[in-house]
């Protein structure tokens, strides 16, 4: 690599508009696959508290998915299984409080607390990755815990191509292979941009179950289980930007298909002896699941009525398809298997979601002075369809099944289950206003937004007169941020805003979901509000020579307006059912009320909670003290919080106490190779809801890769992550009703623990 270009790679990751600069001219495409220096975090200059990383920072540990890739970013944690990254939790809430934005913006997901599963993007199509740890109001509100931006690389990114091919080994021996490419470059009038990857993907895991009475308890049963995941990722991306009518204008796409299998096999044995004699159940439970998401994206700006006007119009969408058997066969308990008494039932579930919205913006900024006034406002229609059809069969085992029992006859028909053909509607219109500047030493902006939202659920499970319910709100939303530089290398962020987060979609449907919380039934509230919080950021700041920056934050959250489960008072379908029985049993109605011990729950807003942590980040070369070509990264996250419910006090759900990573690079330039290692550890949580309690805690992941270069134009990387065999083990204690639940009356404790094994990557990369 020259002089030069090593000068402005550094430069492009210290400083904002040096990136844009290099973007702008296209960088050459060996420069970002091959012979890169080691990429740290970018030091962003805008008054928004935002960590970026260009892909450099994460691509020499050759992260599969952009979960992958957030493993080690600041804050970000996951309750996935072992191998596992879909749901990012930042600052450890929930998934449903981080907003995800592709290409700044939203993107519908299937999980019903409106999340989007990052796991579902290849790493292959990220240029880089933003942390925005606060809101601004020319953005959606929904952004309690923060924004993740994914940016894909669009048509100015490069210039050149690459293809990449190669394959990973799991820990059962079997390989999965690995292909893509991306090219950019000059077409017609304008610079396009493609790429494309098919990507195999593995994941098996072992887990075993130990279940009590209650802790301490004597063991009741065991439960071994085998789980392994296997599939194929395909996506296209394409970009192409040119110079129209005055103005420039961008067209970009992407479409990404997870196409997978999961295979659950397990054997369940009483008092933990595996035998035959203590056989009591064995459960085959596959699952196929074909998951789309695409979008489209077009926008156009230009100078014009004394400033700068930009349009943008997009549609995106994903189309999940999921097909789940369940065969469990239970034995009598006294006996050899297969005795008359024993059961084989069946379960059959197609499950389809299918997210559509349509957005589009409209804005204009003009320059004054010492200071820039933008103002603008966006639509969004989003369209939700949910179907989940089910069919059950149970036959009485009369001799030993060769190699299962058959099912005499045809499913019954599918039918829904309650909730199960749902339709929710939701439409927004969201006016903003924003005054921003920049001085030599200050930057900052503040802003006001106006959301708007009307809500119509139509539920055809449930009865004619509930089956259409709306709902409308509208919530303002300021918002400020501050940047002052101390000086050359010390700077200070400051930020105060309120955000929003909307209904989860299972808390709207007003369907009745029998014994959904233990004994408890469960029914939507269509009328449930969103939850706001106003927070506060303030972060320092430092520069570590020309490339390495160093920074601490400390942030605040008030929520308001919690969503929690709440008990209507009315009683349980299997409660009335139990008291009339008793009744005709002959019971008095006292007698008979004591059945009356579960209720119908629903969803409802009640009280506030805190969040609150401290983030800590290090990225930088040892060039400070003579070791230029070493890279350290470090960044540990305290996070805390608290909230009351009716069981008492606790933090926020599944939020972990902690996350850290910690990890170097070794350049060795005059061999043309490096290598490097990182290690994540992420603290215990503990979850409550009426009718189960769970903590969970991790063990350390361990990564590391060895990369040979061969002139500027071939890299080849061996990458193994997972070294340690990391564990996920989960307690979970079980309680059929409220009562129980408060008097630590345990229907079960149950102890789970997931282990998978190292997973090793080779592959190379060559450019054009």
Known sequence: MTVATQVLAADAAADVAAIEAAA???????????????????RVDGAEPVLSYDLEYFQRFEPLTVGDALKRVPSVTFLSDILEADGARLRGLAPGYTQILINGERVPGSGLDRSFFVDRIPAELIER????????????GDAVAGAINIVMRDALSIDGGYVRAGGIMTDDGRVKGTLGGVWGGQVGPGQLLLGASVQGRRNPKEKLSQRFDEPGGELDNVEVQTDVRDGTDYSFNADYSVDLAGGAFDLNGYFVRTDRTQMENSIEYAEGVRTNAALQTTNLNP????????????????????????????????DDDQF????????????????????????????????????????????????????????????????????????????????????P?????????????????????????????????????????????????????????????????????????????????????????????????DFLTPAVLEGEFGDNDFIGNPDLKPETAWGADLGYERRIGRRGVAGVNFFYRKVKDLQEVVNTGAYSEEALDNYEDALDDGATPEEAAEELNSFLLTAGNVGSGAVWGVEVDLSTPLDFVGLPNTGVFLNYSFLDSGVRDQFGSRRFNDQSKYVFNLGFIQD?????????????KQGKSFGRIIGEEVTTTYGGDLEVFLEKRFNDRFVVRLTGSNLLDAKKKEAFSKFNTIEDQVNRDYDEYELESEKAGPVFQLVGRMTF
Do not use: C
């Not at 702008?24 to 970018?42: C, D, H, S, Y």
């Not at 789309?292 to 549609?315: C, V």
């Not at 900024?365 to 966006?378: H, V």
């Open 24 to 42: 702008a001219e296209g960088k050459p495409v060996e420069e970002l696959v091959v012979t890169g220096p080691i990429g740290f975090r970018n």
């Open 409 to 505: 006859g045809a499913y019954p028909d599918f039918e829904p289950v309650a909730g199960g053909l749902s339709k929710i509607e939701e439409r927004r219109i969201d006016p903003y206003v924003m005054l921003s500047g920049k001085g030599e030493a200050l930057a900052w902006e503040a802003g006001f937004r106006y959301e708007t939202t009307e809500t119509k659920i139509t539920d055809e499970t449930v009865d004619p007169d509930l089956r259409v319910s709306k709902n409308d709100y509208s919530i303002p939303l300021p918002s400020a941020n501050l940047r002052y530089s101390l000086t050359e290398a010390d700077r200070i962020t400051a930020s105060a805003g309120r955000t929003v987060r909307r209904p989860n979609f």
């Open 324 to 407: 789940e058997f369940e065969d469990e066969t239970t034995f009598d308990d006294d006996d050899l298997p297969f005795p008359d008494d024993d059961v084989f039932e069946s379960t059959r579930t197609k499950t389809r979601i299918k997210d559509k919205e349509l957005y589009a913006g409209l804005s204009h900024s003009l320059d004054f002075t010492g200071a820039k006034l933008e103002f603008g406002l966006q639509y969004a229609d989003k369209n939700r369809d949910a179907s989940v059809l089910q069919t059950e069969t149970e036959v009485e085992i009369d001799d030993p099944p060769a190699p299962r029992p058959a099912i």
């Open 287 to 318: 699952l196929d699941i074909r998951t789309d998401n695409w979008a489209i994206n077009g926008s156009f700006k230009r100078e014009m009525f004394g400033g700068e006007t930009k349009l943008k119009l997009g549609y995106a969408a994903i």
């Open 129 to 140: 990755v933003e942390i925005v740890r606060a809101s601004s109001a020319n953005r959606s």
């Open 668 to 680: 060795l330039p005059e061999y043309g190779a490096a290598f490097g290692a990182t290690y994540r």
